[in-house]
């Protein structure tokens, strides 16, 4: 009886912790299929401009992790996830009354800004209540879920931009998150206890650092995971263009898109079984060095050529992504492993480390995309093999220390 309870407590602290995470997806690529009339009703010229819509937040997400991480820290998990949803809410009402690019992405940055709690504290939770390749299975898991809204979230919003307009868009994101917060408020613990908190003040934000910084394991992983990130944020924030605008096929975009999605959230649920048998460390090398040779493959074959057929390039695309999965859990456990007293700071500055890396990344290579997709997957390229040069290096260097695998150990069950 204890070990069904303990099961099923284990499961709802998954699903908690992916709707968390997953309201950022959401809110992120159900605007995917709204992004060209959201243009023309604000007067964004160039398809290239609206891209930003999807950069900002996030950047935002990346600028409110270096409060809403502190912050948890000294005053609880549970309130700062309050403010942050708080902070979605009022950001929510600035866009759909936006009337100007500017304000639009005024918006759209404190978005971010708001459910940079919810993502950077979840993480925070889990890591309180697990370490080792078992915080990285439950990450896994906690990724898939998260990974696989995209798969529905743009064909959704094509509905309710179908059906309703933009707007509708925005206003079922609010009603999602507080359905969200509530089921939070009730059913979730405070994992940081009174005795562990710090007091909030720049001291504490500097120590932090100090213990991030000092950790070449911390810092060295989610730099791997900035430049990964960036490839992702590249095609997250290029694929209407790419799909529906160079390909025609506008109507079609949510499915590929979901096809995609899919595909990485396989890998990341094959990556919650094989962590455990391979490793952190061995899988996230193999799957980095998949990444980069799939895109030098892509380049080679059609470099100075016009776009393949749709079905060779997502083709190409479900290989490429099939690899993200077995990185993006993978890279935030291992940067996360040695931050467990730090774990609100640490889950912050890993995450704006990973941001201000992955924003001008997919700025850069989004600028372009004009006629061609051959630039993103030239990107793809650069990023995947800086992460495997420092993947390489960091492997050798953990040898050296006779560092092999992770140690297994749990703390204790998220609920």
């Given amino acids: 009886m204890y070990k069904v309870k303990k099961q099923k407590s284990q499961l709802e602290f998954i699903a908690l912790m992916a709707s968390l995470m997953a309201i950022v997806s959401l809110a992120m690529d159900a605007l995917l299929p709204a992004l060209g009339v959201i243009g023309e009703y604000i007067g964004i010229t160039g398809v290239n401009n609206t891209q930003m819509l999807i950069t900002m937040m996030f950047l935002g997400l990346g600028i ?19 403010g942050g949803f708080g902070l979605f809410l009022i950001a929510s ?4 009354t936006a009337s100007s690019i500017e304000i639009m992405i005024i918006g759209r940055l404190l978005q971010g800004i708001g459910l940079s709690t919810p993502r950077t504290i979840s993480m ?25 809204v995209p ?3 743009p064909a959704y919003g094509k509905m309710l931009l179908d059906n309703y ?3 509708a868009i925005f206003y079922n994101q609010m009603i999602i998150a507080v359905i969200v917060a509530i089921w939070f408020a009730f059913r979730q613990r405070e994992t940081h206890k009174i005795e562990n908190r710090a007091t909030f003040n720049g001291k504490m934000f500097v120590d932090g650092a100090k213990i991030f910084f000092g950790s070449k394991q911390a810092l060295m992983y989610t730099i791997v995971l900035g430049f990964i990130s960036g490839a992702f944020l590249t095609f997250l924030s290029t694929a209407q263009n790419i799909l529906g605008i160079q390909y025609g096929l506008e109507e079609e975009f949510p499915y590929l898109f979901a096809v995609v999605a899919i595909t990485v959230g396989v890998s990341t649920l094959m990556n919650g079984i094989f962590v455990i048998k391979i490793g952190m460390r061995r899988l996230v090398t193999i799957a980095s060095v998949m990444f980069t040779l799939v895109s030098l493959s892509y380049v080679v074959l059609f470099y100075g050529k016009s776009n393949p057929s ?14 993200i999965g077995f990185l993006f859990g993978n890279l935030t456990a291992l940067a996360m492993e040695p931050l467990g007293k730090i774990a609100g700071i640490g889950a912050a500055i890993n995450g704006f ?35 495997t040069i420092l993947l390489t290096y960091i492997n050798r260097t953990s040898a050296n220390k006779g560092i092999v695998n992770q140690k297994v150990s749990v703390v204790t069950v998220g609920k």
Avoid: C, E, H
Wanted: aromatic share 14%.
């Fill in 93 to 96: 009402v600035i866009s759909t």
């Fill in 124 to 148: 925070a939770i889990v890591r309180d209540s697990y370490s080792g390749n078992i915080m990285a299975r439950i990450m896994s898991f906690v990724t898939v879920i998260f990974i696989l």
């Fill in 151 to 153: 798969a529905i979230a």
């Fill in 165 to 167: 307009g933009w707007k």
């Fill in 353 to 387: 480390i990973a941001s201000v890396i992955a924003v001008p990344i997919a700025g850069y290579i989004g600028s372009f995309l004009i006629d061609s997709a051959l630039p993103m997957f030239i990107g793809f390229f650069t990023a995947g093999l800086a992460a």
């Fill in 310 to 323: 749709i079905y060779v390039l997502m083709g190409f695309f479900m290989v490429q992504f099939l690899s």
């Fill in 64 to 82: 409110g992790q270096l409060i809403s991480g502190p912050m948890s820290d000294s005053f609880g998990r549970k309130p700062v996830i309050y």
